[in-house]
């Protein structure tokens, strides 16, 4: 069964830093396409940033460019998000999932508030 | 970037209903188009990708067409598990792109 968990959400200063993680089970991690997919309170979807099955290429949206970077460890199974300059619009739940163009599945979902 | 819009925004149903939501593309992105729903407090679930074909475990209720700018999601009879927020996806270009989503409420 895939399975993706991902974790450290939490509440941060703007201008700070956080760093999510997704676990990921139950398919060959190494071999697919990952993304961050976010949603703010209410509000709808939006793709973030993707990488390549060996880590080799990524994209990201223009308003986190050069403030987020995208991450792969293919030998523990893990996909990481570092966020730096936290701004109050990166507020949101932070969802990871398979796939770079469509995303097949997807994990529970860790929530950013970035507040002071 | 690549603007997805869906209507409606919101409509009313009931069970057994025929239901169709539409998404159409700010320019064409041939059949690059995926089709989610969501329920509250859970992550989004993929019901359709490639325009037209049905994710592995979908009901056969669901379907989905079109090419191009213009996209199509039947529902052909409503239970009462479909209650929920659809929204269609791009995956021409990146950035990829969603539809500000339809919800599907109880009449």
């Known amino acids: 069964e895939v399975q993706l968990v991902e974790s450290g959400g939490g509440l941060v200063q703007p201008g700070g830093s956080l760093r999510l993680s997704c676990a990921a089970s139950g398919f060959t991690f190494g071999s697919y396409w990952m993304s961050w997919v976010r949603q703010a309170p209410g509000k709808g979807l939006e793709w973030v940033a993707n990488?390549?099955?060996?880590?080799?290429?990524?994209y990201y949206l223009d308003s986190v460019k050069g403030r987020f970077t995208i991450s792969r460890d293919n030998t523990k199974n893990s996909l990481y998000l570092q966020m730096n300059s936290l701004r109050a619009g990166d507020t949101a739940v932070y969802y990871c999932?398979?796939?770079?163009?469509?995303?097949?599945?997807w994990g529970q979902g860790t929530l950013v508030t970035v507040s002071s | 970037d690549i603007q997805m819009t869906q209507s409606p925004s919101s409509l009313s149903a009931s069970v057994g209903d025929r239901v169709t939501i539409t998404c159409r593309a700010s320019?064409?992105?041939?059949?690059?188009l995926n089709w989610y729903h969501q329920k509250p407090g859970k992550a989004p679930k993929l019901l359709i990708y490639?325009?037209?074909s049905l994710q592995s475990g979908v009901p056969s209720r669901f379907s989905g067409s079109g090419s191009g700018t213009d996209f199509t999601l039947i529902i052909s009879s409503l239970q009462a598990e479909d209650f929920a927020t659809y929204y269609c996806?791009?995956?021409?270009?990146?950035?990829?792109?969603f539809g500000q989503g339809t919800t599907v409420e109880v009449k």
């Open positions: 320019q064409s992105i041939s059949s690059y």
């Open positions: 996806q791009q995956s021409y270009v990146t950035p990829r792109t």
């Open positions: 999932a398979r796939g770079g163009g469509n995303f097949e599945y």
């Open positions: 490639a325009a037209s």
């Open positions: 990488i390549k099955h060996d880590g080799s290429d990524n």
